[in-house]
């Protein structure tokens, strides 16, 4: 039983190629693009993050933290491993 969600794809893909006269591939080509643009600013944030992080324990007061503190945070359960359990 179809819910509509491929009326609405093809509508949408109809919709497209009427206003922006661009077929599925150079859609796909542009959505493309658009991502490859954000990649350096995901790079510097990921180089800021990681500088900071990187010298956090080289501080002075690093040694006055507790050890919860220190440890950092709890790694979560993997989503597999805790499926095998329940299921």
Known sequence: MSDGSDDRARD????????????????LDRNWAALLQ?????????????????T???????TDLTDFARSGPTPLPSPCRSYRRCC
């Open 38 to 54: 954000e990649l350096p600013v995901v790079r510097t944030g990921v180089q800021l993050l990681t500088g900071y992080l990187l």
């Open 12 to 27: 949408d893909d109809e919709w497209n190629y009427r206003a922006r006269h661009e077929a599925e591939t150079q859609r």
């Open 56 to 62: 956090l324990p080289f501080q002075q007061r690093f």
